[in-house]
Every structure is written in C-alpha cells, then in structure tokens.
C-alpha cells in the first residue's frame, strides 16, 4: 500500500504524522510526504483561523482530482471544530477526531491486511521528512483564549509518559538523528497532570538523548519556572525558543485572555538572555484584535524592538465562531489591520537580518535537513538557516561551520 501523508498546521501536526509514518513504515507500507500515486491521503489539519479552514478544503479537493482512485482521510482539528464556516468532512472518505488520532495507523494496516496482519512485514523506512525528530509530549490546553479554538479541538492537556518518551527519544537517536524537537499544543504545561514539570523531563532528556541537542518548540512566557530558565543555558539545550507575544499592549493581552503582562514578559526576556546572551527569540503577534489602538499597536512595536525578537510569526485577527473574542466588539478595520500587518513584518524582517549578521564569522552547529543539486541547507541551533555547498552532507547529522555571508534568506558557507 502506498500512503500519502499532507500536514498542515502546527510542529504537533508534524510530529503525530511523523510517527504515524514511522509505524507504518515499520510495518511495510511506502510512505512519502507526497506520494506521486497514492492508494490512501492522509491529511492532519489545522482550524486555527478561517484560512487554515480554506486551506484544509482546497488540499482535499486538490488531492481528489490529482488522485481520483485514492481514499481520503482526513484528521485534525478542522474535524474537531464545530464551527467552521464549510466543514471539508464530507468531502472526505473518512475523518478520525484528534481523540483517535493514534487509531489512523490500526486502520489503514487492517486495509492493507483485511484479513488480519501480514506475516512477514518488511520494514521500510518512511519518506516522510526525517532531519530532525519530532517528539510530541503533550497535548490539549486548559487555557481560555479569547481569539483561540484549540482548546474546543484539542481537549484538556494531558502529558505523555516520560518512561515511553526516553524511550522514543532513544531510537530517534540509534536511528541517526542529531536533533529532537520537543512539541506540545500548550508544551509549558507538560507534566501538571502527573505530578511532574517540563524542566524535569529536559534534565532526562539530556541524558537519555546524548549525542542529540534538545529543540523547545512553543513555551507560553506564564509557564516559565525558575528550573526551565536555568536550563536554558545547558549544553545541547538549542539556543532558541519561541514564546508567544500576541500584543505588547497590557490592556489587548487582557482582553485576550493571556496569562501574562507586558513588564513581566519582558522581565522573562532579560532572564533568558542572562543564561544564554545570543538566545533566537522568536514569537507570534496578532494584530487588528478588538479594540486595539493604535497607541496598543506601537506598545507591540516598541516590545518587539526591546525584545530584540529574531523572528516574529505576524497574523492578522480573524474571527472564529465558537470563540469569546467577537463577543468584545468588531474587529479594526481591515486596511488599518492589513497596514499594520506589514509595518511589523518589516520591522521582523530587518531585526532577523541584524541578529542573522552577528553570526556571521562565528562557528555555527547545523543540522542539515535539505539537498539541492548542489547545495544543501541546514538549521543552526540558534534557529538561523544555512546554506553551504553539497560535499556529501547527510540529511539529520549535525556539523559545525563558519558562515561567510548573508543569503536572501538566512547566511551563506563557503
């Protein structure tokens, strides 16, 4: 059987259809990011905003015509949300809730083998991406975002066993990998409901993970501890975290249901960066939020400035049913929302480029997760990509290399 995994979305995303490949390449079944002539398409989505919601029912249409013979499955929490504007469900063969996500695997190996499981399944190796190694850790939040949906389709947070996460973090690195990605839909809140704490599963990573450096994929700035902070400076702790701004404005943050303030987000920064000085700080910003000024917007500005953000994700407000944020009022205007829009991506733009330049010269540990024809790309640990020429690098394993120039996107090795 030939099996066509799409995600969209989130690392989450990533990391469950990465393990849904590995498993089902263990088992024998040819897996690849985009199959040119699959028997089955699965597809993880995302229903974070309305165009996510497009974006899902144009992949599965798209994938109906490419592949008319095909079946269709479709996961995700675009199948969990109540209330988007055209559900892309009914276009689909089948649909798994977020909840029996992990059943996927059960039921395409009961199509390939109806009749019960093959008796001498040949392991494969998946084509799906496999530079760095997704480890998912949790899932659900207990949060009450006014402009968010998730906590609708994901549930309430739970963590995974530590004892099965070592032990997946140890094959990742027998299998080659020279990093490991740590995700969550609200990572932050990792062993609450077990007596247990993020900074806690990390010191145990670090051993059982050894050679492989650690990657924190999105931490909310309330669920710093002062034991997460300290190890941020750690060896093999990648010198990256992304942390979520949303509005530098005290007053939007409250109207959005967040957990934190601006001088309390910023009292994180400087912490941070006294354990690791050339910390990649990078965040999300949502702009045209019910009631924001244009006095509100410059506080966003002027955080980010001082933040010295090295990348920020900039989105503007869009309303979904189901959520408390259309409750507060209208949206800004959508010129005004699309201005400011554009003001912060340049100010993005040009902080990355400064903070990418300061790396220029210095040794930087890459790990490479791109081929061209003849060049290949990789990802330094302080989240800055780069681009070197092909000498035989091999996909997942981690150099260290001197940049010489910056690129239209990240900096160029000789």
């Known amino acids: 059987m030939r099996v066509s995994i799409h995600t969209l979305g989130c690392k989450v995303n990533f990391a469950e ?36 919601d497009r974006k899902v029912r144009t992949l599965v249409h798209g994938l109906r015509r490419r592949h008319p013979r095909a079946r269709v499955l479709l996961t995700g929490c675009h199948v969990d949300n109540p209330h988007p504007r055209a559900s892309a469900v009914e276009a689909a063969d089948v649909a798994f809730p977020n909840a029996r996500k992990r059943e996927i695997a059960d039921y395409l190996l009961a ?14 190796r998946s084509g799906f991406a496999r ?3 997704f480890l998912k850790v949790q899932d659900g939040c207990d949060h009450r975002c006014t402009y968010c949906i998730v906590w609708r389709t994901r549930g309430a947070s739970s963590s995974e066993p530590e004892e099965q996460l070592l032990e997946r973090a140890r094959r990742a690195v027998s299998e080659g990998y020279g990093e490991i990605v740590l995700t969550g839909v609200d990572l932050g809140s990792f062993g609450r409901d077990r007596g247990r704490s993020l900074a ?16 924190l994929s999105s931490i909310n700035a309330n669920d710093f501890t002062p034991a997460l902070v300290e190890l941020v400076g750690a060896q ?9 701004l ?22 994180l920064v400087a912490a941070l960066r006294a354990r690791a000085p050339d910390l990649a700080l990078t965040t999300d910003v949502i702009v045209g939020f ?9 506080q966003t500005r002027a955080l980010a400035r001082e933040a010295a953000f090295s990348g920020m994700h900039v989105f503007r407000y869009s309303p979904r049913a189901g959520t408390a944020a259309p409750r507060l009022g209208l949206p800004v205007d959508d010129p005004v929302a699309r201005e400011r829009s554009a003001v912060l991506q340049e100010q993005a733009r040009i902080q990355q480029r400064a903070y990418e330049a300061r790396f220029i010269g210095r040794p930087l540990q890459v790990v490479w997760d791109r081929e061209f024809p003849a060049r ?39």
């Open 17 to 52: 259809m990465a393990e849904l490949a590995d498993r089902l390449a263990r088992a024998g079944v040819e897996v690849h990011e985009d199959h040119p002539d699959p028997d089955v398409c699965v597809i993880n989505s995302c229903s974070v905003t309305a165009q996510a």
């Open 111 to 124: 199509m390939q083998h109806p009749s019960g499981p093959a008796q001498s399944p040949v392991p494969g």
């Open 131 to 133: 530079s760095r190694y």
């Open 200 to 215: 806690g599963l990390l010191e145990r990573l670090l051993e059982a993970a050894a050679p492989a450096r650690l990657r």
């Open 236 to 244: 093999r702790i990648c010198r990256h975290l992304h942390v979520p």
């Open 246 to 267: 949303q509005s530098g404005s005290d007053r939007v943050l409250k109207r959005m249901g967040r957990l934190y303030r601006r001088a309390g987000y910023l009292d």
């Open 290 to 298: 019910p009631g924001e000024s244009a006095e509100d917007f410059e």
């Open 376 to 414: 290949v790309r990789g990802l330094s640990d302080n989240y800055i990509t780069v681009f070197a020429p092909r000498r035989g690098q091999a996909l997942g394993t981690v150099d260290t290399v001197r940049p010489l120039a910056a690129a239209e996107q990240g900096l160029l090795c000789a």
